[in-house]
């Protein structure tokens, strides 16, 4: 398909990740993914030029952002819970938990939660907010909460206001 022949030549561009991420965004729109349209081999390159990027600090915030942003767009959790596990900085973190959020998966609550300590306190307030914004995360949110496992003192106005509304309050 086009979509596939653009893929191939992205290793020629040096904002290949940007232009990716943008494709994945669009495929997403017409409920379609890039395992639907590119080769295998195709996004496992992307995918492991994109997670040597994103946790690569010798390279920009915003080459790692756009890693991120592929990133959040494939079918693993696992490279964005790696990079969050490498302590990347707070504007990272953040691009990263917003990208996991993305996914529908019931494991991503317990990739995030681990991670509490490592992560910087805007990025804490980030997960404290995909979590709630979904029924089926706000569970282990909450469970966290009660075992001490994450701190109250994270939760804004706008976190206890949101989980006061939830569904299941």
Do not use: C, M
Not at 74 to 79: A, F, N, Q, V
């Amino acid at each position: 398909t086009a979509v596939a022949t653009v893929l191939q030549g992205l290793s020629k561009l040096t904002n290949r990740l940007a232009l990716a991420a943008a494709l994945a965004e669009g495929l997403k729109r017409s409920h379609a993914t890039f395992s639907d349209v590119a080769s295998r081999d195709v996004l496992q390159k992307l995918v492991s030029q994109a997670a040597q990027i994103s946790g690569d600090s010798q390279q920009s915030l915003q080459s790692r952002k756009e890693a991120v942003a592929f990133l959040a767009n494939g079918d693993s959790i696992k490279p964005l819970s790696a990079l969050l596990q490498s302590q990347p900085p707070a504007e990272l973190q953040i691009v990263a938990v917003r990208g996991l959020a993305q996914f529908h998966r019931e494991d991503v609550p317990a990739a995030l939660l681990p991670l509490w300590p490592k992560l910087q306190p805007k990025a804490r307030g980030e997960v404290i907010s995909a979590l709630a914004a979904r029924p089926k995360w706000t569970a282990s949110l909450l469970d966290a909460l009660v075992q001490g496992r994450i701190d109250k003192t994270s939760f804004t106005a706008q976190h206890i206001q949101a989980l006061a509304n939830h569904s299941d309050a």
